[in-house]
């Protein structure tokens, strides 16, 4: 219904992993990395003197070391919705919101939903590299289904059904930030699976919306079994966007499990990252890749979260005179 079988296979068994999780998130919280690690080293080294910094980090010191964030569900008009309202689930560190505070959207995958990354423990995971790192941020994964079943692959649809790339990249943000809008620099876009793909697609059709990417298990070609892009595929392909204006800056993680061999409809998962960073690199565009053990679950990639946030937290915090 929402992908080739095999996938949808592949797929649904990550998901029975989220119970599984949590005793991978508190193996995490005992390796962690202490306050004033690389990350808070690499930000303060990033904070010349003088600098217009967007993010002053305080390792160990920040509300959230103290007090878990805050979950919400909110629910915004949206065609195509099952009762024409789109969620999203939001997490909020403690305190008052504001411009200078960044965003992390965060898309599930083809079989799964918001609910499936809020229940596998990324808000809490999160919580605990805002105080390692000293920086602290909302958490938002809005809800990329739509009530005929299709792979939408968080795009609009051709045949006009639904249009879940412009709720991502409006809606979502207006519902989210509200009258605090954030700077392109603060607003960064991750991904499991299909939303991996849709982390990397949508910033290269949106560069002046996000300034960072984090795809884990993502694919950087077209792969759309529902035909949701009729006869235009090639403009929401990854890897034939690169050449585009303004996409230059942006920064790229790829994550990829070393067992992750999760089918497509050509080919699988299984070396994207790698194809897909060395196009980024021919373009001298920013990239890191991680490879960590195991296949396509969230027990993969919930332990990569300190190093993905790191990467997230150089460029927050970065001179405010590189983006906009």
């Given at each position: 219904?929402?992908?080739?079988?095999s996938?949808?296979?592949?797929?649904?068994v990550?998901?029975?992993?989220?119970?599984a999780?949590?005793?991978?998130?508190?193996?995490?919280?005992?390796?962690?990395?202490?306050?004033?690690?690389?990350?808070?080293?690499?930000?303060?080294?990033a904070?010349?003197?003088?600098?217009?910094?967007?993010?002053?980090?305080?390792?160990?010191?920040?509300?959230s070391?103290?007090?878990?964030?805050?979950n919400?569900?909110i629910?915004?008009p949206?065609?195509?919705?099952?009762?024409?309202?789109?969620?999203?689930?939001?997490?909020r560190p403690?305190?008052?919101?504001?411009?200078?505070?960044?965003?992390l959207?965060?898309?599930?995958?083809?079989?799964?939903?918001h609910?499936?990354?809020?229940?596998?423990?990324?808000?809490?995971a999160?919580?605990?590299q805002?105080?390692?790192?000293?920086?602290?941020?909302?958490v938002?994964a809005?809800?990329?289904?739509?009530?005929?079943?299709?792979?939408?692959?968080?795009?609009?649809a051709?045949?006009?059904?639904?249009?879940?790339?412009?709720f991502?990249?409006?809606?979502?943000?207006?519902?989210?930030?509200g009258?605090?809008?954030?700077?392109?620099?603060?607003?960064?876009?991750?991904g499991?699976?299909m939303?991996?793909y849709?982390?990397?697609?949508?910033?290269?059709?949106?560069?002046?919306?996000?300034?960072?990417?984090?795809?884990?298990?993502?694919?950087?070609?077209?792969?759309?079994?529902?035909?949701?892009?009729?006869d235009?595929?090639?403009?929401?392909?990854p890897?034939?966007l690169?050449?585009?204006?303004?996409?230059d800056?942006?920064?790229?993680?790829?994550v990829?499990?070393?067992?992750?061999h999760t089918?497509l409809?050509?080919g699988?998962?299984?070396?994207?990252?790698?194809?897909?960073?060395?196009?980024?690199?021919?373009?001298?565009?920013?990239?890191?890749?991680m490879?960590?053990?195991?296949?396509?679950?969230?027990e993969?990639?919930v332990?990569?979260?300190?190093?993905?946030?790191?990467?997230?937290?150089e460029?927050?915090?970065a001179?405010?005179a590189?983006?906009?």
């Amino acid at each position: 219904m929402f992908t080739t079988l095999s996938r949808r296979t592949a797929v649904l068994v990550a998901s029975s992993l989220v119970v599984a999780t949590a005793g991978t998130l508190a193996a995490v919280r005992d390796e962690m990395p202490q306050p004033g690690g690389a990350a808070a080293q690499a930000a303060g080294a990033a904070m010349l003197p003088g600098a217009d910094s967007a993010v002053h980090p305080r390792p160990g010191e920040v509300a959230s070391c103290d007090k878990a964030g805050t979950n919400e569900i909110i629910k915004v008009p949206d065609k195509g919705a099952p009762d024409g309202k789109r969620p999203i689930w939001v997490r909020r560190p403690p305190g008052p919101d504001s411009d200078d505070l960044p965003v992390l959207y965060l898309l599930h995958g083809s079989t799964t939903t918001h609910l499936d990354v809020r229940d596998a423990g990324v808000g809490e995971a999160l919580d605990e590299q805002m105080c390692r790192t000293g920086v602290e941020f909302v958490v938002a994964a809005p809800f990329g289904q739509e009530v005929g079943g299709s792979d939408t692959e968080w795009g609009d649809a051709a045949d006009g059904d639904f249009a879940i790339e412009t709720f991502v990249t409006e809606k979502a943000i207006k519902a989210v930030e509200g009258e605090n809008t954030r700077p392109r620099r603060l607003r960064a876009l991750g991904g499991f699976s299909m939303g991996g793909y849709g982390a990397a697609a949508l910033p290269l059709r949106h560069p002046d919306t996000y300034a960072q990417a984090v795809s884990w298990a993502g694919y950087f070609k077209v792969d759309d079994p529902s035909d949701t892009f009729g006869d235009n595929p090639g403009a929401h392909a990854p890897d034939r966007l690169l050449d585009e204006p303004g996409v230059d800056d942006i920064r790229f993680m790829l994550v990829e499990g070393k067992d992750d061999h999760t089918p497509l409809q050509t080919g699988s998962i299984h070396g994207e990252a790698e194809r897909f960073a060395k196009l980024l690199r021919k373009n001298d565009m920013s990239v890191q890749t991680m490879h960590p053990e195991g296949g396509h679950s969230w027990e993969t990639w919930v332990p990569t979260f300190p190093r993905a946030v790191d990467f997230l937290v150089e460029g927050w915090t970065a001179s405010a005179a590189k983006g906009g």
